[in-house]
Nanobody
Framework: QVQLVESGGGLVQPGGSLRLSCAASKTIFTAMGWYRRAPGKQRELVASITRAGLPNYSSAVKGRFTISRDNNKNAVYLQMNSLQPEDTAVYYC?????????WGQGTQVTVSS
């Protein structure tokens, strides 16, 4: 089993920034990613990154969010800039280990004035 522990959520005003972190309990050799679920909506991919560091972004966040990864720390990060109310959601870290999908517990991000 793999534990994914997230941190960094919170309340921020529109236009503000937050940085999410996710630490895995084991070495992840595949892509890691961030998903989010907004109230009343389905979970959606925000961004993912391969072990080699190749990122992929949803169109909703491209240009505002940056995903990065530290393989030495088994960690993935999400730098979120220019946050808007529509970014309000629970954000989940995701990783696949030995062909099984693992999820973090989720961290709440609320963008409101």
């Amino acid at each position: 089993q793999v534990q994914l522990v997230e941190s960094g959520g919170g309340l921020v005003q529109p236009g503000g920034s937050l940085r999410l972190s996710c630490a895995a309990s084991k070495t992840i050799f595949t892509a890691m990613g961030w998903y989010r679920r907004a109230p009343g909506k389905q979970r959606e991919l925000v961004a993912s990154i391969t072990r080699a560091g190749l990122p992929n972004y949803s169109s909703a966040v491209k240009g505002r969010f940056t995903i990065s990864r530290d393989n030495n720390k088994n960690a993935v990060y999400l730098q979120m800039n220019s946050l808007q109310p529509e970014d309000t959601a629970v954000y989940y870290c995701n990783a696949m280990y030995q062909f099984v999908d693992y999820w973090g517990q989720g961290t709440q991000v609320t963008v409101s004035s």
